[in-house]
């Protein structure tokens, strides 16, 4: 069975093999840059694969030589300049697909090739294991956009690396390479490129050979306590404070800037 | 002075030359698999060490060139079948051990040479140092047994390693050589086994050397400290749920195949 | 702009070129040691650059070849013994030196080359990023000295680098060099002394290519996260109890051994 949509704007394609479903991220030439349409496919997608019997991992992956660069830049300027649309793009938008990823009963493999930048960075975090080539590349350089991570965004990738390295992505806008990435706890595994496919057969076979129930518990488990362990989070007014960015002149400054292809001159007015 | 109690099911001993208690987890041929008798045993122990004046550190090493591979796979079909069993097994049987050894108000340290499998890995979660030599293997491959992690034990392995390796652990039932166990944060310190004793006897050194009330004072602290990370913890309900498996026919199926030595065949029904 | 003190007890010294600030600890011929009026004026220090505009970022270091080797040993005796002392020196002066460091709104780099020890670490805790030379040592080795961490150190340390390292770093009073404190997450980046200078130059112009208000939301963000994280804290008894050890005949031998050069004798009485 196949279910793949085909947009412009990019799209999520799915298939599934019993027991395994896998999850393509494409969007030629912009190196599966994630569209709005992008993260409404991504989020029906692990609903469907988590309604369907019979299946017990999926794996996620992206194509044209990369896993996924960040969110579409050309939907700025329409879709992410307001407060309200800022905000329903973190909350509306995103969330409930990283979400659908995260409580997908069945374990999610990231099979990272290439750049896992921004959105794909974050789509990386909320999966349970994540291989990477050697030549794969991670980062949330934002700073130069001149906006700040979202709470729920932050959440998971502090939950998956701690405190020093999230403010060492985000701080400095940095990117790091697959060995540091290792080192840092980003990914699982490193594996040369030409070794990732039998990489990726090894890990799914071993999943799909230890009982699925136990699987699914294992997930659940580890999850909820890792849930429990952030505390009672943000309150709504600090949450609310996420989208103040978006009133500023510097947002606009950093986003003219990347579409110009000049150095934003942050101003902090 | 020596304590050591023997029993064909394997046992724990201990002795000690004050200020250091020394305890050695044994089972002959069965590369030290821990009986319910083993955990018993290690629970009485902790609660001697605890009890005892003059002691300043605790060392538990294994015996036949071990750690412990885990759980003692013959006592399954009599004493881990039921859910009141399994239950019983891991809320009165390993819970209490596991605890006397978190507990216990000196510094505990897992000596590691071999195999540090399943239960033999959850006593080392609980321990407050690892040093492990280069021939060490760890990991909690119960998948393919078809039961996952009980809350407590998995608790402690997230507290030590966090979800990304603890979610590995599970879910690929997966082993780590000694170097990936360092790099995960499973073991402080990875020497040579041939500069092992020495490695270790330096260990002992620097500890005594400090103040006895300091180091179990900041073993608490940083224990309590921890505790209290972990937030409010699993309601009754999700706990209980834990056994759940117990009644399932892929566990039958899990412990049959593991005896027969045949793959099992989950069929997640 | 440049503002200095000098005492003869070390001084904390710090310009800025906007919108970078530099901070400097400074005590000839005791490795930076941080003595009580530096503490009060590293507090004064963060507070005046929270509150003064067009600043980006702050960045901590030592001269004289350290980064800082610990409290200033020399005033003990006047200072650090009774338990109201050590009380008032851990809750009203580190404390609020720490907080104002990790309450300042911009980012706040260490840049670590040599003995970063003690004070110095928990220094280098506070900050958000941690640049270290490959000549650097770091530790807190007061075990050897009697007395345990106080809580909120405790807590940053924990913080940053998880349970196993802390107890090792503890209970051990271990020093690690620069590439084990790497692998343990203490330091973000270890360089070769030859170029770090450059490479603090790049991290600096990183940051500061970034939005300045970004910055500072992501800041707030990670660290607010990481104290909801923490969950509900100790009790007051269990804070005063920290206290404990300055009633100690262990505590009074270890700090009369430390200056007469012996090794202490403890008796744990």
């Known amino acids: 069975m196949a279910q793949s949509e085909h947009h412009p704007g990019g799209s999520i ?67 992410r300049m307001s407060r309200e649309q800022v905000r329903a793009y973190h909350e509306d938008i995103i969330a409930p697909a990283l979400r659908a990823i995260a409580h997908c009963p069945i374990p999610v493999v990231a099979a990272i ?9 974050e789509i990386a975090c909320v999966c349970d294991l994540r291989l990477a080539t050697d030549r794969s590349r991670f980062g949330v350089p934002i700073n130069r956009l001149g906006f700040p991570m979202a709470p729920q965004e932050a959440a998971a990738l502090l939950g998956l690396v701690g405190g020093a390295t999230a403010l060492e992505l985000l701080l400095e806008g940095r990117l790091m390479d697959a060995e540091e990435a290792y080192d840092k706890g980003l990914v699982n595994r490193v594996v040369p490129q030409a070794l990732f496919d039998d990489a990726l057969d090894t890990l799914i076979r071993h999943i799909v050979a230890g009982g699925p129930a136990a699987a699914r518990r294992n997930k659940w488990l580890i999850r909820r306590l890792m849930e429990l362990a952030q505390g009672p989070g943000l ?29 934003p001159d942050f101003q902090d007015d």
Not at 41 to 54: K, Q, V
Not at 56 to 76: K, M, N, P, T, Y
Not at 235 to 252: E, G, I, L, P
Request: proline share 3%; hydrophobic share 40%; with cysteine.
């Open 13 to 79: 394609g799915w298939t599934s093999v019993p027991p395994v479903a896998r999850v393509t991220l494409s969007h030629a030439g912009q190196l599966n840059a994630i569209s709005i349409q992008m993260w409404r496919e991504l989020r029906r997608c692990f609903e469907e694969i988590s309604a369907r019997p019979g299946l017990r991992l999926a794996v996620i992956s992206g194509q044209h030589g990369a896993f996924a660069a960040g969110a579409d830049i050309s939907e700025f300027s329409a879709q």
């Open 235 to 263: 309150t709504a007014a600090q949450k609310d404070a996420s989208w103040d960015f978006a009133d500023s002149q510097d947002y606009r400054r950093g986003i003219s800037a990347f579409f110009n292809k000049t150095r």
């Open 113 to 121: 090739d290439g750049a896992c930048i921004g959105g794909g960075l």
